[in-house]
């Protein structure tokens, strides 16, 4: 079983690597899951990169999330700045102690926790050098967008998911794209689930972003 740690308040399991040249992934999970939850992903998606996953500080009905959803269901803004603020100054905290901030970091969330990767890319750019969203929609837009030139990002829905319909996918398209990133968008036909032709599609474009 992996081991738990605790830095600047967010409780987390990071794995180290052996290859050096491999890159980082920082997960983030789904409502209702915990930090365990996203490593098999980080696994398949690459089996020789480090992994370091954040576990979410809020509770919503017994479930864990990464920031508080107002009573209409949406995101609250202010609730998912201020733990994108708080994450960001973690992430910076894990970068010296687990002595990472030369390696490539791509952030891999999914759902509730892709939209905290998403906020994190708009409020803290600097954090990621690329990203993997799943099912995700953006909880927040800041008075300005930041420069993402370059950037690769890839976005994943589904055309039946009605927990995070097709617009809201396409929001975050239009968003990252007019801010510069290389936004890749990948449908599938099924709802709030990461297939297996999802996933396939997540490993190649992280193989062609992280060759060395």
């Not at 794995?15 to 999970?29: D, G, Y």
């Not at 994450?87 to 490539?104: M, T």
């Not at 990203?131 to 967008?145: F, K, Y």
């Not at 936004?183 to 193989?207: C, D, K, P, Y």
């Amino acid at each position: 079983m992996s081991t738990r740690h605790t830095l600047h308040g967010f409780t987390h399991i990071y794995e180290p690597t052996q290859a050096s040249e491999r890159p980082v992934l920082i997960l983030f999970h789904s409502m209702g899951s915990n930090e365990e939850d996203m490593l098999g992903v980080g696994r398949l998606l690459d089996p020789r990169a480090a992994l370091l996953s954040v576990r979410g500080k809020e509770q919503e009905e017994g479930k864990t999330r990464y920031y508080l959803r107002q009573p209409d269901g949406s995101p609250d803004p202010l609730s998912a700045r201020q733990r994108a603020n708080e994450l960001a100054a973690f992430l910076k905290a894990a970068e010296s102690a687990y002595n990472i901030s030369s390696k490539k970091r791509l952030a891999v969330g999914y759902s509730n926790g892709g939209n905290m990767v998403a906020a994190l890319l708009l409020l803290h750019p600097e954090l990621f050098d690329g990203a993997i969203i799943l099912h995700s929609r953006v909880p927040l837009i800041p008075d300005e967008l930041p420069d993402l030139s370059g950037k690769p990002l890839l976005l994943t829905g589904g055309s039946a998911d009605e927990l995070i319909p097709p617009k809201e996918i396409q929001i975050m398209e239009y968003l990252f794209k007019k801010a510069g990133a290389d936004v890749t968008t990948f449908w599938q036909s099924g709802g709030h689930n990461i297939n297996h032709a999802e996933m396939r599609t997540a490993q190649r474009w992280l193989a062609e972003h992280t060759a060395s």
